[in-house]
């Protein structure tokens, strides 16, 4: 029995990359889906495509670091798809440099986006669930979260934050029917990355080759857990920081000088 059914989900930067393939993996299961985007045109672009699975979609350009926009954004999901059962806070900006020299915008732009933002939108989903005494929120954070990355100290801050954000929100609300888990990818081919890579002058093959697994991950592979995080299956299944990354997290292999 598909226990997601004619729910409705918002899922936040999800015009592309890994919220885009939430939002099918989500839409293939039965729900409804509100796709969030700073950028209209990709929000309109991936809503058409959950139109064609068969599902309602809205597109909804907005700020996640901006309160009036985000509680606007969650009166138009409720207006036109329903209740809202699940909120995944993916919307993210990765900032690099030097702490030295990293500039406070920088800074400021990595909190803005990757913790408050997760906080705002979090906060608006549990103003519409608590009524209803059910819901799910997902955060999408990343193993720069929980492992040393030199020269994203911002970026890593922020998903710290965003990882214990969710363990403290889950016992808050666990009383409430609500669970609050998180997902930390790790690297994962998308075209960001890619641009990324290229802008940066990455070794992607290097990088690889520190993935146990062999291989990254690819967008779908956080698409299914986010649809088990969402379903009535995982009701007792909260707090819980997962990492989806072939074992990247867990492998720090030593520098042997020849």
Not at 221 to 245: I, K, M
Request: overall charge negative.
């Amino acid at each position: 029995m598909n226990s997601l059914q004619d729910k409705v989900a918002l899922i936040t930067g999800a015009g592309r990359g890994i919220g885009r393939a939430i939002s099918k993996k989500l839409a293939q299961r039965g729900m409804s889906i509100a796709i969030n985007d700073i950028d209209l045109e990709l929000a309109q672009s991936a809503a058409r495509e959950i139109e064609q699975i068969g599902r309602p979609a809205i597109a909804i350009p907005a700020s996640v670091s901006d309160v009036n926009q985000v509680s606007a954004m969650f009166e138009r999901v409720e207006r036109e798809l329903g209740p809202l059962w699940l909120l995944v806070n993916n919307a993210g900006v990765l900032t690099t440099g030097p702490t030295v020299s990293l500039p406070e915008e920088a800074w400021d732009r990595a909190f803005d986006v990757d913790a408050k933002g997760v906080f705002l939108c979090s906060q608006a989903a549990i103003r519409a669930m608590l009524p209803r005494k059910r819901g799910r929120i997902i955060n999408i954070a990343s193993i720069a979260g929980l492992i040393v990355r030199t020269g994203q100290i911002g970026y890593c801050a922020a998903k710290a934050a965003t990882i214990h954000f969710t363990r403290c929100l889950a016992v808050e609300l666990a009383p409430d029917g609500i669970t609050v888990n998180c997902i930390c990818p790790g690297m994962t081919w998308t075209e960001m990355l890619s641009k990324s890579a290229v802008e940066r002058g990455l070794d992607l093959d290097a990088m690889v080759a520190l993935i146990p697994a062999g291989h990254m991950a690819q967008e779908e592979d956080h698409a299914n857990l986010v649809g088990y995080f969402a379903s009535e299956e995982a009701a007792h299944v909260t707090g819980q920081v997962v990492a989806v990354d072939g074992a990247q997290s867990l492998y720090h292999p030593l520098m042997v000088k020849p």
